[in-house]
Structures are given as C-alpha cells and as structure tokens.
C-alpha cells in the first residue's frame, strides 16, 4: 500500500468511526476498500484497534426503521406548517413529498456505501481448503466436518453466523454436518443450494455429464436452485438426486451405486460390471491414470466383466488381480497405467 494512501485513508477511516466523516467521505472509503483484498484486512486491524480502545460508534447496529422515522421528524421541524401571504399558500403535503424524494436519495447514496463498510466491519474471514493430489479433511467452526476429493475446493467463514452456516463447494466432498435446529447449513454450488440441519451425505458437482450428484446417508436434505427457496425436493436416505442445473431440473432415484464413496472408504465392490466402468471408479480413487489398449483382433478389453471386491489396496495389487483375472497386461507407463490384451469373447 503507497505510504500517501495509507496515510490519508487511515485518518479517513479514524474520521468514519467516531462519526465525523461525511457521505462522500463515506463513498470514496468504500470504493476504496472493494478495490483490494489487502485494504479490507487493513481496514479490519484497525477496527479492532478502535474495539480494544472502546469506541462503541463502530458497534453501532443501523435501523433502518427508527432511521427513518428520525428523518421524518427532522423534515417536520423544519418544514412550514402553513404560509399565507400576497394571495400565495404552500401545501404541506406536496412540500413535504418533494423534500422526502431528495432526502431519500441523499439517504440512499451515504447508506449503500455505509452498508457497504459494516458489511466490512462484521462479514468474518473466508477460508478456502483445497485438495489438491490427494484427499483432504476438514473441520469446520461448527465441529462439522468435510472429506474433500482430489482437486476439490471448499470455502468457509472463519467463524459462522447466528442465523446460519453457509459453506461452497466446487468438486466432490462428503459431508458429515452437526445437527443445529435453528441453524441450518447451506451449500452452495453454481445455481444449486443444499440446505440440511444435521446428516451426512456425498456431493459431487463435477461429473461427466455436467449432472450433480448428491447421495444421502442420513438425515434430510433439502435442494433447490437459486432464487427459488420455496421450490424445493427433499431427500431420503439411500436416495440419489441427479441434479441438472442447466435445465434446473433434479430427479430423484434409489442409489444403486455400491462405489460412490469409494474415493473415501477404498472399499470397491464389482459385481458382473465391465472394465470400463470398473477403471471409472478406480480414476476417482486414485491420482493416476490409467488407460485400456487392445491388442490384436479381438473385442475392446473395456466390455470385458469384473466381478471382484478391494478393501484399501494399493492400486497396482489391484490392476495386477484385474488383468490376472481377464488375461491382460498391466504396464507402468509414463503419464499412469496402461492394460492391454485382445479383449473378451
């Protein structure tokens, strides 16, 4: 931050907290701060220094009611009641509306960027958790606590708010969230919320087919899109919602996946699947790749079928039993794994 710049906007902030500055003080503050992160956290040190030192102006709560109607009394002080003279009258209603419309909009331009500055003052620290090559747990303020995939990203408050706890998602993690009746916990996704008071489920919002998943453990869970509070579909266990945010559609169905969350548990269970989808289950598991060649004249080694369980093995103990199994080949390769053979017939 330029040594001029700080200079002056720590006297203009001193001028905002005890009430002197004025509204165009108030804007060119606000302005400001929304052009850096680093000011935000700035101003935020200072407004503690102002707490330690008792100032009880910047804990002043705005009401915009009693607001009002101290501006509404300060206009009939100074308005005229009656005037009469030369023939001339002034009516009191239509005085009073045209000074109301420019007081209000001399009251909007000084509260949105004063709204702006409590929301500073009062909105906590963000805190963003990213798994990046391997899985991540992460306990947040409440004691609830997220499991994040590979390349997940979760952002959180530092500290929630009395009315309710708000988290983003980008990517899969699965949710263990602690029961607070009159605090719900919301995610938030795109255009997706997912509202629960306390259960446990796994959402993913990155799929194949641009489709998110959420599958339900326990509890109740709640969806709706964006805007749209009053429209919801709920969850129950063992129950998975295909959520389509494009056409805002969610439909609702049995989980008959025995794999959703094996990225988690390394517990796969494959009854009669083909190998295609068994390496699809395997890729969100584990951080390398691997691929299906065929060789020679015979049918793709992806149709071929795998019935087989692993129970958190390493994943080349697990590509050796595969192509044990299916008479394939298993090749360490540069970039992941390659299997390789004719196929099945």
């Known amino acids: 931050m330029d040594k001029k710049d700080e200079t002056y906007f720590t006297r203009l902030v001193a001028r905002y907290l005890s009430g002197e500055a004025t509204g165009l003080q108030i804007q060119e503050l606000a302005r400001w701060l929304e052009g850096d992160p680093q000011r935000r956290k700035w101003f935020q040190k200072i407004v503690r220094a102002w707490q330690v030192a008792g100032d009880s102006h910047i804990r ?107 988290v983003s998602l980008q990517g899969e993690g699965f949710f263990s969230v602690e029961r607070h009746s009159r605090k719900p916990f919301l995610i938030r996704s795109g255009e997706v919320r997912v509202r629960v008071l306390g259960t446990s489920f796994n959402l993913n919002t990155r799929t194949s087919n641009n489709i998110m998943e959420l599958m339900l453990v326990e509890g109740r869970v709640e969806i709706y899109f964006k805007g749209q509070s009053q429209e919801t579909r709920q969850i129950t266990p063992g129950e998975r919602a295909a959520i389509d945010q494009t056409g805002q559609h969610i439909e609702i169905s049995r989980n008959t996946d025995p794999n959703f969350l094996s990225w988690k548990t390394r517990l796969f269970i494959f009854k009669d699947d083909p190998l295609s989808e068994v390496i699809r289950v395997l890729d969100r598991a584990y951080p390398a790749g691997i691929r299906i060649i065929s060789k020679g004249s015979g049918n793709d080694p992806g149709s071929c079928r795998l019935t087989a369980t692993f129970d958190n093995q390493p994943l080349e103990s697990v590509l050796e039993i595969i192509a044990t199994t299916l008479d394939l080949e298993v090749n360490n390769k540069e970039g992941g794994f390659v299997l390789s053979g004719p196929g099945c017939y």
Request: proline share 6%; glycine share 4%.
């Open 60 to 166: 002043k709560k705005l009401d915009p009611d009693k607001e009002w109607v101290a501006l509404e009394a300060r206009i009939r002080e100074k308005a005229p009641k009656h005037a009469s003279g030369n023939g001339l009258t002034m009516d009191f209603t239509r005085w009073t509306s045209r000074f109301m419309v420019r007081a209000a909009a001399a009251l909007i331009l000084i509260a949105i960027p004063a709204y702006l500055l409590f929301h500073y003052l009062n909105d906590p620290e963000m805190i963003t958790a990213r798994a990046e090559g391997k899985l991540c747990e992460v306990c947040l303020p409440d004691g609830s606590v997220v499991t994040l995939n590979r390349h997940a990203i979760l952002e959180y408050p530092e500290e929630f708010d009395a009315e309710k706890r708000v």
